[in-house]
């Protein structure tokens, strides 16, 4: 069901193993963003689905954003028990890198 759903609407698929799978997918989303479109981009890459704000950042939301030259919208979720709760943050140009990013996250994190 998942699956389906997901490539309905534009998801790329990422085998993480697989360099030239990321170097494909970070291809196609810095195309994507240069021509106007959206993407949104999970830095952690996976569910947290442990006791840390949160887990160590992959390098590629940062790197895309550079290459673009796009700003990121950071946007934190958090669950609870029925529901989830959201807290989007500014345009960010992240030029410093991940750290920044990470710094970011962790605000809005805290925030909720």
């Given at each position: 069901?998942?699956?389906?759903?997901?490539?309905?609407?534009?998801?790329i698929f990422?085998?993480?193993?697989?360099?030239?799978?990321?170097e494909e997918?970070?291809?196609?989303?810095?195309?994507?963003?240069?021509?106007?479109?959206?993407?949104?981009?999970?830095?952690?890459?996976?569910?947290?689905?442990?006791?840390?704000?949160?887990?160590?950042?992959?390098?590629?939301?940062?790197?895309?954003?550079?290459?673009?030259?796009?700003?990121?919208?950071?946007?934190?979720?958090?669950?609870?028990?029925?529901?989830?709760?959201?807290?989007?943050?500014?345009?960010?140009?992240?030029?410093?890198?991940?750290?920044?990013?990470?710094?970011?996250?962790?605000?809005?994190?805290?925030?909720i």
């Amino acid at each position: 069901m998942w699956g389906g759903i997901l490539r309905n609407i534009g998801t790329i698929f990422v085998q993480r193993e697989d360099k030239k799978s990321c170097e494909e997918a970070i291809s196609v989303l810095i195309h994507n963003l240069v021509h106007g479109e959206d993407v949104v981009i999970f830095p952690e890459g996976t569910r947290n689905r442990t006791q840390q704000l949160l887990l160590p950042l992959k390098k590629g939301a940062v790197y895309v954003s550079q290459v673009s030259q796009k700003p990121v919208v950071p946007i934190a979720i958090k669950k609870y028990v029925r529901k989830y709760v959201v807290n989007i943050g500014n345009k960010e140009s992240v030029r410093e890198g991940t750290v920044r990013l990470k710094h970011i996250l962790e605000g809005l994190l805290l925030e909720i």
